[in-house]
């Protein structure tokens, strides 16, 4: 805008409205007669002087922001890229410091469970249908996994298991998964079952522990925990917790609805156990 309105340009435009103002104030007054300096030294002009002077004022201001507007527009330009430079930075950091958190987590599970060698993956995809719940890791045989590894998070909460594997991924199918059997038990009671994934829960990202003893003998809010007793899972990884206790078929058998331990809906980095002491057969 600067190269197009000048200083000099915006003055000569302020000089000659304020001459033909006076001029025709002269021409009003005198007829046509008089000498327009010593009209504007009169008492009667003051009014008239004050507001020449506060347009040229204003003219002025505007002229300068016009003036510096480009400078102030790259300078604007500036601190919007670092504020994105900044934002971009905290994100790395947030990233960095949850990551140093889940391996600061893992580092103490696995000091618990020294049989046991993890290797850490990222999800990189979903599938999921109205039945089916599993995603594709970003690992695959060459890293060691094999069918059947359990996968779970940094603090040992069981996610899935591993159903199908390429030299450079691997698919794991998780705990709400309709086709999931494994075996339970309840932490507090030691009662054993099977948690399993289940049509009219798997919208509410549920599972059930079938085969666990009368309602009044289920402790709400138990834990859940594998048996290990098939040698694919370790045991002691927490599945989840019993929310509530129903009966049901005709001979009122009891079951328990588990609200998984992990946030499956939203894992994003999960460890597949590659070693445990119990040799690993398929199955469950």
């Given at each position: 805008?600067?190269?197009?309105?000048?200083?000099?340009?915006?003055?000569?435009?302020?000089?000659?409205?304020?001459?033909?103002?006076?001029?025709?104030?002269?021409?009003?007054?005198?007829?046509?007669?008089?000498?327009?300096?010593?009209?504007?030294?009169?008492?009667?002009?003051?009014?008239?002087?004050?507001?020449?002077?506060?347009?040229?004022?204003?003219?002025?201001?505007?002229?300068?922001?016009?003036?510096?507007?480009?400078?102030?527009?790259?300078?604007?330009?500036?601190?919007?890229?670092r504020v994105a430079e900044l934002e971009e930075e905290y994100r790395e950091y947030t990233q960095m410091?949850?990551?140093?958190?889940?391996?600061?987590?893992?580092?103490?599970?696995?000091?618990?469970?020294?049989?046991?060698?993890?290797?850490?993956?990222?999800?990189?995809?979903?599938?999921?249908?109205?039945?089916?719940?599993?995603?594709?890791?970003?690992?695959?045989?060459?890293?060691?996994?094999?069918?059947?590894?359990?996968?779970?998070?940094?603090?040992?909460?069981?996610?899935?298991?591993?159903?199908?594997?390429?030299?450079?991924?691997?698919?794991?199918?998780?705990?709400?998964?309709?086709?999931?059997?494994?075996?339970?038990?309840?932490?507090?009671?030691?009662?054993?079952?099977?948690?399993?994934?289940?049509?009219?829960?798997?919208?509410?990202?549920?599972?059930?522990?079938?085969?666990?003893?009368?309602?009044?003998?289920?402790?709400?809010?138990?834990?859940?925990?594998?048996s290990g007793e098939s040698g694919v899972f370790p045991s002691d990884l927490v599945i989840g917790y019993?929310?509530?206790?129903?009966?049901?078929?005709?001979?009122?058998?009891?079951?328990?609805?588990?609200?998984?331990?992990?946030?499956?809906?939203?894992?994003?980095?999960?460890?597949?156990?590659?070693?445990?002491?119990?040799?690993?057969?398929?199955?469950?």
């Amino acid at each position: 805008m600067k190269d197009f309105i000048t200083k000099k340009g915006i003055y000569i435009a302020i000089a000659a409205v304020v001459i033909a103002i006076i001029a025709a104030i002269s021409v009003a007054l005198s007829g046509g007669r008089g000498d327009i300096a010593t009209m504007l030294s009169q008492p009667f002009f003051r009014p008239i002087r004050n507001a020449i002077t506060s347009m040229v004022d204003g003219l002025e201001q505007i002229y300068n922001y016009m003036y510096n507007y480009d400078q102030i527009e790259a300078e604007n330009q500036e601190l919007r890229e670092r504020v994105a430079e900044l934002e971009e930075e905290y994100r790395e950091y947030t990233q960095m410091s949850q990551e140093v958190d889940r391996l600061r987590e893992l580092l103490g599970f696995s000091e618990t469970r020294e049989e046991l060698k993890f290797t850490p993956v990222s999800v990189i995809s979903w599938t999921a249908s109205n039945y089916s719940s599993t995603f594709t890791i970003s690992r695959g045989s060459n890293a060691g996994i094999e069918l059947y590894d359990a996968v779970m998070t940094s603090a040992g909460y069981l996610v899935g298991q591993v159903t199908g594997i390429s030299e450079s991924s691997a698919t794991v199918t998780t705990i709400l998964d309709t086709s999931m059997n494994v075996g339970a038990i309840l932490y507090e009671t030691g009662e054993t079952g099977v948690a399993c994934g289940d049509f009219r829960l798997f919208r509410d990202g549920k599972l059930r522990m079938d085969y666990v003893g009368d309602s009044d003998s289920t402790i709400i809010g138990d834990t859940v925990v594998t048996s290990g007793e098939s040698g694919v899972f370790p045991s002691d990884l927490v599945i989840g917790y019993v929310e509530s206790v129903g009966e049901e078929g005709s001979n009122l058998n009891t079951y328990a609805v588990i609200t998984p331990a992990a946030d499956i809906e939203h894992v994003t980095e999960v460890f597949v156990v590659t070693e445990q002491a119990v040799s690993q057969e398929a199955g469950q």
